[in-house]
């Protein structure tokens, strides 16, 4: 029977609840006019107190004044909220779910609600250390995950960036690479980013670094010949696809929604790089001269049909066959030919 409560008890923390409110304006100006009238009760029962007839009404009057004043009106006061838009308070009441604060405004809840973030930092030393990580990362030009989650106990419902660093992975054909991507989301279930995982940037953080290493194994960095297949650098579109539904397949848990994921940096690792260059650079020289090849020999084969349908010159075998190597020679060269004039006859 315990482990049917707490299965239902989880399942509902999965569905967001909008919690009773009023108008934090109303209740802030009835607090305010309710504070007053217990600052006059208050000198009202210090004047009859000093009566012996009105002793007991003074005192009840002082009482009752002090303890408005002194309890009621800060607890009163702990329930005005302030909410800026795409902002969200997640609240509790005394360990359980209460409702999540949604739309810009000024609202009074239940004074005994706290907000719930497990991603905040509110400490002084938690603070110190946000901002030496935020210096550090200042300098070597990498982004802060979600800065604003990391110091608020309000849950930004924007859309946010995250940018991991860079990632040596091998390919599908073991090849080292050096990528990086840049992954767009927010937040669409407050409840499940606060209740289903403890720190939900970092959960995302992880989560997508895992997801690259997982899509980055299926496809090569890049194919020789082969149009078809593909391949990291070809498919860039295909290959944003796949990892964006592989990160929100893992973070749906987590109450995100994944908007766009790109790869913003692709390379060979240091050690490979000279290497796969020269491979590249000694690919295109044999397309070049594939195309050169080709080219040559269907100018070489124009030329002796129009030499053969004009008449202008009898060319036996062998004659053809030392005019095809001089125009291959010329056409497939790497230089300009050096002519040789023959004053003689060609026999």
Known sequence: MTQVTETTT??????????????????????????????????????????????????????????????????????????????????TLFGRYYGTLKGAGFFFVNPFVTAANPASKTSAAGTMMMMAQMAAESKTGAQQTNGYAMTSKKISLKAMTLNNDKQKINDSMGNPIIIGIVVIWRVVNTAKAVFNVDNYPEYLSIQSDSALRNVVRLYPYDVFGDDNEKTLRASSQEVAERLKSEIQSKVVIAGLEIMEAKITHLSYAPEIAAAMLQRQQASAIIDARQMIVEGAVGMVEMALKKLNENGIVQLDEERKAAMVSNLLVVLCGNKDAQPIVNSGSIY
């Open 10 to 91: 989880a399942s509902s923390n999965d569905i967001e609840i909008e919690p009773k409110k009023v108008s934090g304006m109303a209740m802030l100006l009835l607090n305010i006019i309710l504070s007053l009238a217990a600052i006059g009760a208050l000198t009202i029962g210090c004047i009859l107190s000093a009566d012996e007839t009105n002793f007991a009404l003074g005192v009840t009057a002082s009482i009752v004044g002090s303890v408005f004043l002194c309890i009621i009106s800060p607890i009163l006061f702990m329930g005005l909220k302030v909410l800026k838009p795409n902002e969200a308070l997640v609240l």
